[in-house]
């Protein structure tokens, strides 16, 4: 009983907006050093080191970026509705504060794996667009996260917004298995998954090796700029709080 | 492990899809700098307004 | 948990199941129309409409690519590993079309049934292999692409 008060006790200042502050600003250096090197040893062993494909050649290196910015698009995606439902439950500002950082991380990550899909289209299957299952799934998602971005700024009240946008991101998490399972339940021209949970990857090792790393330094760059925002965010929404008045005094860098 | 490319030339042309391949990674390096970028710019606006209308007080 | 709490949280997986449900139901509703193209197999029962502009995808059958001598014009057949149909294109092929792989071709159906495609786009799998590997595996890859063929043909 005592343990779980203590624990209680730490998530609550854990939750608050200057906790979090305090306790994200340490881990953002290791954060950031540690995806940047991550991306350079994933970049340069992808680009340079990994052999190229049997039949596509060179161009499947974009799989590199695509295949991580499509998997933190949606990852993304889920960390945001999970915030909003916090946030609409439980009313935790932090939560609120979370899903506001979400929103545009998320879309620059959706854009990005549209972008690099299109012109991996291209070369391979000799077109840039094609409004296939997959595709189209991925630009409503993008939409999504537009829509968020925007509801938040419709609104003159905070409270009614961050509702308003739980709302949105929740009804829109309909969408994420849509996304996963449109290449198995259509026909469809995208290729369906590469790495699967159940099965070894459909991918020689050399090729893999370099895409994991990829993987998991989108991981912690994804971490680390969701921090970056949130931190953003709390600083604006807290200014006339003393503590960030403090903050500022000692900062003067 | 060798690099799969003799030359710099050869690494810029990825076989004929340079323009695909550095377009892809090139737009990624403009946009991920602008994520790291905008909340870092924003805090320091932030922190700078602040005190600025505590010195002007 | 907080009555109020309570409340709130069946009103988050209320919005959560009305929606899943309700696109759910859309997305039955239009599921042949989420499919990027027609099997020949389709095409060639009728199911597909002769009037307007479709996709057919399927594996292009080897041997069956034909060039003409003096344009871009090509024919070919494409196959679900069930029925066949004749494709005639003019134009640029992707650098990924090739015979016993997967294409889908866009246009309108003619008598015969041959589709008049204006588009040919081609359909790559999921597996990455280095060249060598690939040389060495040759056999055993034409093996599979034949017992994918077969598996394409059910619906």
Redesign the interface.
């Known amino acids: 009983m005592a343990r779980s008060g203590a624990f209680w006790q730490r998530l609550h200042r854990w939750a608050s907006p200057p906790g979090f502050y305090r306790l994200s600003g340490r881990w953002v250096p290791w954060l950031a050093a540690a995806s940047l090197a991550l991306l350079a040893l994933g970049l340069v062993w992808g680009l340079l080191y990994a052999p190229p494909d049997a039949r596509q050649g060179n161009s499947y290196r974009i799989i590199y970026l695509h295949v991580p910015a499509s998997f933190l698009a949606l990852a993304g995606y889920y960390v945001m509705a999970v915030a909003g439902a916090i946030h609409l439950i439980w009313r935790v500002k932090l939560a609120d504060m979370l899903m506001s950082a979400a929103a545009p991380l998320g879309a620059a990550l959706t854009f990005l794996a549209l972008f690099s899909g299109s012109l991996w289209g291209k070369p391979t299957w000799g077109t840039y667009w094609v409004w296939d299952a997959r595709i189209t799934s991925m630009l409503v998602l993008l939409f999504l996260y537009l829509g968020v971005m925007a509801l938040r700024q419709a609104y003159a009240s905070r409270e009614t917004a961050g509702r308003a946008c739980a709302v949105l991101a929740l009804v829109g998490t309909v969408n994420i298995p849509i996304i996963y399972k449109s290449v198995d339940w259509w026909y469809s021209l995208h290729q369906p998954a590469t790495i699967r949970l159940t099965a070894a990857p459909s991918m020689h090792p050399d090729m893999f090796k370099p895409l994991l790393v990829m993987i998991v330094a989108f991981y912690l760059f994804y971490a680390w700029v969701l921090i970056l925002n949130t931190r953003a965010e709390i600083l604006s929404r807290e200014r006339r709080a003393a503590w960030v008045r403090e903050l500022a005094e000692e900062d003067v860098t | 492990m060798n690099p799969q490319f003799d030359s710099l030339a050869e690494f810029a042309a990825m076989g004929g899809h340079g323009a695909y391949v550095w377009g892809v990674y090139g737009v990624a390096a403009v946009v991920m700098a602008w994520l790291v970028a905008r909340p870092l710019r924003r805090r320091a606006q932030l922190l700078a307004a602040l005190r600025s209308r505590r010195e002007s007080r | 948990m907080h009555p109020v ?1 309570r409340r ?2 069946v ?2 997986l209320f ?2 199941v009305v ?2 449900a309700g ?2 139901l859309a ?1 039955y509703a239009l ?1 042949q129309n ?4 027609y ?1 020949p197999s389709q095409v060639v029962r009728g199911e597909a409409p002769a009037d307007t502009r479709i996709r057919v ?1 399927g594996m292009v059958v080897r041997g069956s690519l034909e060039r003409a001598a003096d344009s871009l014009a090509v024919r070919f057949r494409l196959t679900d590993g069930d029925q066949e149909l004749w494709v005639r294109h003019e134009g ?6 090739a015979e016993g792989e997967a294409a ?1 071709a866009a246009g309108r159906l003619r008598a015969g049934p041959l589709l008049e495609a204006d ?17 060495a595996m040759q056999a055993g890859h034409e093996a599979r692409a034949a017992r994918e063929a077969g598996e394409a043909g059910t619906p």
């Open positions: 709490r709130r949280l009103l988050v919005v959560l929606s899943s696109v759910g997305v599921r989420l499919n990027l193209f099997t995808g640029m092929l992707p650098d990924l079309f889908v588009q040919v786009l081609a359909k790559h799998d999921e597996n990455y292999t280095p060249p060598e590997v690939a040389e």
